[in-house]
């Protein structure tokens, strides 16, 4: 069966913290491995990887592949209270996307 | 960028009524679109896929009785929660898969309350 499974399920930090949020897959027909960022509503794109070892970075967000050990991790430095919300990872098999449980972060002032 | 439009936003309906959501492509076509539930705190679950000219295909435990899907045209696909009970409240999204490097974009869902 498909999975996505995310670590940690909340985190509490300080501004100015880094996390470190981590997302392990098993997916048939694995194509792309996504990263999303929701707050009140829909789901907001941040990464699309598809190759192992290549960062992708978005101002202070980055994320990086590893498909041997079929696992990614989305990085972010400097946090700030802006960026409380839960972070969603997705496989993207052929044509569909499992969603993790999410990783809900909260950042303090 | 792409955009997917779903509407209503949030609806309130009595027990055993039916209530269509839908979701539109406003400037690109989407050949597929996929419908997604969310509860609270709880990640998003597929329920179905649905393609433009052909049935749906449904994720294992979802009835398709209950959650109709329409895909009549390459812009808009529709989500039908019939006879609606109490246990069917809650957040309706649905996607679609882009091309290239960018992912699937998200209707800003839906908020289903059935009292």
Not at chain 2, 16 to 36: N, P
Not at chain 2, 59 to 82: P, R, W
Request: with cysteine; charged share 20%.
């Amino acid at each position: 069966e498909d999975k996505v499974v995310q670590s940690p399920l909340s985190l509490v930090v300080h501004e100015g913290d880094t996390v470190t949020l981590n997302c392990s897959y098993e997916v048939t027909n694995f194509r792309s491995l996504l990263w999303y960022k929701q707050e009140k509503k829909a789901p907001t794109f941040l990464f699309m990887l598809t190759s192992s070892g290549i960062e992708k970075k978005s101002g202070r967000l980055s994320s990086i592949l590893d498909k041997k050990e079929l696992f990614s991790i989305l990085n972010i430095t400097a946090t700030q209270t802006g960026d409380s919300a839960v972070y969603l990872c997705a496989s993207g098999g052929y044509n569909k996307l499992i969603f993790g449980a999410g990783t809900r972060l909260a950042v303090h002032p | 960028g792409a955009v997917v439009s779903q509407h209503p936003s949030r609806v309130i309906c009595k027990s055993g009524t039916s209530v269509k959501i839908e979701c539109r492509s406003l400037d690109f076509q989407a050949t597929t679109m996929f419908w997604y539930r969310q509860f609270p705190k709880k990640s998003l679950m597929l329920m179905a896929t649905s393609n433009e000219g052909s049935k749906a295909t449904y994720e294992q435990g979802v009835e398709k009785d209950k959650f109709l899907i329409n895909h009549a045209s390459l812009t808009l696909s529709t989500l039908t929660v019939t006879s609606a009970h109490p246990e069917d409240s809650s957040f309706y999204i649905c996607s679609a898969r882009l091309g290239g490097a960018n992912g699937y974009t998200f209707g800003s869902g839906t908020r289903l309350t059935v009292v």
